[in-house]
């Protein structure tokens, strides 16, 4: 079964939510080029998030759709989340850009949470291939 095909098999709520992280990602990187301000801060957002990709993909090659995916979120998010922390104290970065920074750091905290979940249910054992 294929990555996609495991994900089309979740609750529509992860579907959503799934959805959503993908739009946040591409607002977030598309957005954040039009200031100079916040145009390293898309260039890492999306390196960030290729690496996902390719170590998600990985990793589901290894283990199948598990709850230990969530590991590559954490490793690779975690430090993006305090990365825009601490840039969001940057005066530089006007309004507009600031709050699609505040909705995708909310976006990603959200998911860190659901990850962090996932993985220590992992790792207490509860080792099923989530399908539905």
């Known amino acids: 079964m ?3 095909d495991a ?6 709520w992860v579907q959503i939510w799934i959805m959503w992280m993908g739009i946040a990602i591409l607002t977030a ?5 039009f200031s100079q301000a916040t145009r390293r801060d898309a260039l ?11 170590a998600m993909m990985w ?11 969530g590991i590559v979120h954490l490793i690779f998010w975690t430090p ?6 601490w840039r969001l104290k ?3 970065i006007t309004a507009p850009f600031r709050q699609i920074m505040w909705i995708f750091l909310a976006t990603m905290v959200v ?12 790792l207490l054992g509860e080792r099923d291939v989530m399908t539905g």
């Open 59 to 69: 990793l589901y090659e290894q283990v199948g759709y598990v709850r230990l995916l």
């Open 29 to 33: 990187i598309v957005v954040l080029l």
């Open 111 to 122: 998911s860190l949470m659901f990850d962090t979940a996932d993985v220590v249910r992992y």
């Open 90 to 92: 940057d005066a530089a």
């Open 80 to 85: 993006l989340v305090v990365y825009l922390w």
């Open 44 to 54: 890492v957002i999306l390196a960030t998030n290729i690496g996902v990709y390719f």
């Open 2 to 4: 294929s990555f996609e």
């Open 7 to 12: 994900l089309a098999l979740q609750p529509q």
